[in-house]
């Protein structure tokens, strides 16, 4: 069996709340923050379970898998199968702490040198998905997206943020403050492909771990 890592998902405040945002004007923006603890990180790079991660908390594991996936948008290769799903995420614009109107799933792998998100975004009308900009570090406010916030020195003070639309578009920076302040100046090594379907849209994002530090 492939050893794992235990993940721990913030919840409780803005910043560390998973979410599916609901727009008032009927439009779905998927949004996700991660909060990914200092633990959890430094059992990234020695491939055992993470240690002193708080239970009270939701937690998915990522897979320690041989050779990672080729990040194509498409979530068909077998380490993707060996990841659990995490689902169940809530609400925090318009009606905080509800269930999302639209199911996601999100899925964790990594290997020697990098971690990889899997993440499928369900939508009951994808033919209202929106999906505009195209450049790096655009304005993603517009159209639909998913953001990753990771907090790998697990201080709730500073976190790299990461965030991309259903045609692959990505936006990056650093938090620090307590999310205060957004430095774009910040661009970090990483990659993401997306696709929109018949069943919502995909995105697939590889991150490697140097860029993290």
């Known amino acids: 069996m492939k050893p794992k890592v235990q993940i721990q998902l913030g919840h409780g405040t803005a910043q560390e709340t998973p979410v599916k945002q609901v727009r008032s004007s009927g439009w779905i923006r998927k949004m996700l923050s991660f909060l990914l603890g200092g633990a959890a ?51 925090r614009e ?8 639209e199911r996601t799933e999100v899925r964790i792998v990594y290997d020697a040198k990098n971690l990889y998100f899997g993440i499928r975004c369900y939508d009951s009308d994808p033919g209202r998905i929106v999906a505009t900009q195209l450049a790096r570090d655009g304005d993603l406010d517009g159209d639909d997206h998913l953001s990753l916030v990771l907090d790998t020195y697990h201080d709730r003070r500073n976190a790299f943020y990461f965030s991309v639309n259903p045609l692959g578009a990505r936006l990056d920076g650093y938090l620090t403050d307590e ?25 697939e994002i590889v991150i490697p771990f140097r860029t993290l530090r």
């Open 41 to 91: 990180f430094a059992a990234f790079a020695t491939s055992i379970w993470a240690s002193a991660v708080r239970t009270d908390r939701p937690v998915v594991q990522a897979v320690r898998v041989d050779r990672g996936p080729r990040v194509d948008g498409f979530l068909d290769e077998d380490c993707w199968k060996l990841a659990q799903p995490a689902t169940g995420f809530l609400q």
């Open 94 to 101: 318009p009606r905080e702490g509800v269930p999302a109107t």
């Open 179 to 203: 999310s205060e302040r957004f430095d774009m100046n910040w661009n970090g090594v990483w990659d993401c492909r997306a696709r929109v379907d018949s069943s919502g849209w995909v995105a």
